[in-house]
T-cell receptor
Framework: GQNIDQPTEMTATEGAIVQINCTYQ??????LFWYQQHAGEAPTFLSY??LDGLEEKGRFSSFLSRSKGYSYLLLKELQMKDSASYLC??????????WGAGTKLIIKP | GAVVSQHPSWVICKSGTSVKIECRSL??????MFWYRQFPKQSLMLMAT?????????EQGVEKDKFLINHASLTLSTLTVTSAHPEDSSFYIC???????????FGQGTRLTVV
């Protein structure tokens, strides 16, 4: 079956770095997405990886290893506003998104 | 990025009534629209996918007669929750994807409360 695993909750300190891991198993693969979702709001797009390697976008970076079915989202210089849920989603061979349950990130001062 | 507008943002309705939620792509043609529901502290659950010119494909366990989806045009999709009950109270989110896009853009979401 298709499955996405990511930690339920993580805690980090303002100004620090945090890495949120995601493993996936899908029928075919057409890329891995990361979304940020604040409570009560719709998700907002952060990154898309389809090739192996690291993609950097400002304070956020995303990594993909297709052979390992593994991705991570790296957040640097954490700010209080980064407190949110981070959703990992893999696109299968039908171009459908398979969603993880989300990782709730708590930032402490 | 592309903009998807979802309306209303929140709605309260009486049990037994129907509620329509609109999802519009403002600056691109949405060949595929997705409708999700999300319960508190849970992930998005795909309800149905609608492609241009064809009927919506519903996920297992989603009643198509209760959740009516109309992909009326390349810029508009509607979800109607018919005969709503308190257990239908949830956060409903649409997303839209263009023909050449891999990314789907999300609407703002609609919080439905059935009393």
């Amino acid at each position: 079956g298709q499955n996405i695993d990511q930690p339920t909750e993580m805690t980090a300190t303002e100004g620090a770095i945090v890495q949120i891991n995601c493993t996936y198993q899908t029928s075919g693969f057409n890329g891995l997405f990361w979304y940020q979702q604040h409570a009560g709001e719709a998700p907002t797009f952060l990154s898309y990886n389809v090739l192996d390697g690291l993609e950097e976008k400002g304070r956020f970076s995303s990594f993909l290893s297709r052979s390992k079915g593994y991705s991570y989202l790296l957040l640097k210089e954490l700010q209080m506003k980064d407190s949110a849920s981070y959703l990992c989603a893999a696109m299968d061979s039908n171009y459908q998104l398979i969603w993880g349950a989300g990782t709730k990130l708590i930032i402490k001062p | 990025g592309a903009v998807v507008s979802q309306h209303p943002s929140w709605v309260i309705c009486k049990s037994g009534t129907s509620v329509k939620i609109e999802c519009r792509s403002l600056d691109f043609q949405a060949t595929t629209m997705f409708w999700y529901r999300q319960f508190p502290k849970q992930s998005l659950m795909l309800m149905a996918t609608s492609n241009e010119g064809s009927k919506a494909t519903y996920e297992q366990g989603v009643e198509k007669d209760k959740f009516l989806i109309n992909h009326a045009s390349l810029t508009l999709s509607t979800l109607t929750v018919t005969s709503a009950h308190p257990e239908d109270s949830s956060f409903y989110i649409c997303s839209a994807r263009g023909r050449t896009d891999t990314e789907a853009f999300f609407g703002q979401g609609t919080r439905l409360t059935v009393v």
